[in-house]
Each structure stands twice: as C-alpha cells, then as structure tokens.
C-alpha cells in the first residue's frame, strides 16, 4: 500500500522559499504519476505541480516560475517554492497514481489514487 507523508510546511514572509519533501513508500508499480496540491480554507483542492515517470513537468499558471516539482530515484517527491505570495497559503498534498496521466488531467484530482495528510504553508505580507 502507497503511504505518502509530507514535510517542509511553515510560516515565511512573502518573498521567501520552503521546500516540501513527500517521503514515498509501497510502490507495487514501477511507474507513477505524482503530484502536489494545495487547499485553502473555502476552496476547492487545486493541482500546483505534476511529474510523469518519464520527468515531464506540469506547473499550474499560478505557480510557473516559482516553484519547482522533482522527484529521487526511490520516488521521493520535493517541491521547492521560491518568491512565496500570501494566496499561496494553504494546505499542501502529496499525490500519486500507477501508471501514466495524460498532460491535461496531471492537475486534476480525480485520476490520484493515493493521498498524504498534508503540510501547512502559511505565507505573510
């Protein structure tokens, strides 16, 4: 079974950096989509970044730029966000499918079968 577990999240002032890190286990497949989303209180989930197996990256127009999605040779998954902004605020996820997402869905929820808890980003002006 998948588990995924975040780290990273805090409190910065706008204009600084985090980097989130997804610690990555029980992978019964060898290829994964994965991906970070975020959730602010009274929003919708909203995809920020996506990485195939093959690491082709997809960045939501909010984020491009600014952020960067990778991932490590065990699956590990980091986001490193620069030049933070206080609507970045939110609730940040770590996602991950078996298999391959078309380019058009990777920031979409409903293709992501496993889910971490979560790391909070909390960004003041």
């Known amino acids: 079974q998948v588990q995924l577990v975040e780290s990273g999240g805090g409190s910065v002032q706008a204009g600084g950096s985090l980097r989130l890190s997804c610690a990555a286990s029980?992978?019964?497949?060898?290829?994964?989509?994965m991906a970070w989303f975020r959730q602010a209180p009274g929003k919708e989930r909203e995809g920020v970044a996506a990485?195939?197996?093959?690491?082709?990256t997809t960045y939501a127009v909010s984020v491009k730029g600014r952020f960067t999605i990778s991932k490590d040779s065990a699956k590990n998954l980091y986001l490193q966000m620069n030049s933070l902004k206080p609507e970045d605020t939110a609730m940040y996820y770590c996602?991950?499918?078996?298999?391959?997402?078309?380019?058009?869905?990777?920031?979409?929820?409903?293709?992501?079968?496993?889910w971490g808890q979560g790391t909070q980003v909390t960004v003041s002006s």
């Open positions: 996602a991950a499918v078996s298999g391959v997402v078309a380019t058009a869905l990777r920031l979409a929820p409903n293709p992501y079968k496993n």
């Open positions: 990485i195939g197996d093959d690491g082709r």
């Open positions: 029980g992978f019964a497949y060898e290829y994964y989509t």
